[in-house]
């Protein structure tokens, strides 16, 4: 079974992760780091989506817990992953109470 099969994001919506259109960019980040803070394959996923977070701006996908910034960061090393994650996860608990 390969780690996308695991993933806690299997069955929700798309949007949240990936459609800049659907929602205002702060709700949808927040929805989808819910997701991903439950998710058992963080860490793999994070390390398929490092490889492309290059100099796009334009990118507007959440994945693993990171907006396309935060991913261009960690692929420079001036943040860590685990930083990053213990802060959306924080906001994402916040939310659900
Ligand atoms: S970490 Fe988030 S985006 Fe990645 S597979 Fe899990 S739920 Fe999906």
Same mark, same amino acid.
């Given at each position: 079974m390969s780690w996308m099969q695991r993933a806690a994001c299997a069955d929700a919506p798309a949007a949240i992760f990936f459609d800049d259109r659907a929602l205002r960019a702060e709700l949808r980040f927040a929805a989808a780091a819910a997701v991903c803070a439950r998710c058992p394959v963080r860490p793999e996923c994070l390390d398929a989506a490092l490889p492309h977070a +290059?100099? +796009?701006?334009?990118?507007?996908t959440f994945r693993a817990s990171t907006t396309a910034a935060e991913r261009r960061r960690i692929r420079r090393g001036t943040l860590r992953r685990e930083d990053v994650w213990a802060r959306w996860d924080r906001l994402a608990l916040q939310e659900a109470t």
């Open positions: +290059r100099g +796009r701006s334009s990118d507007t």
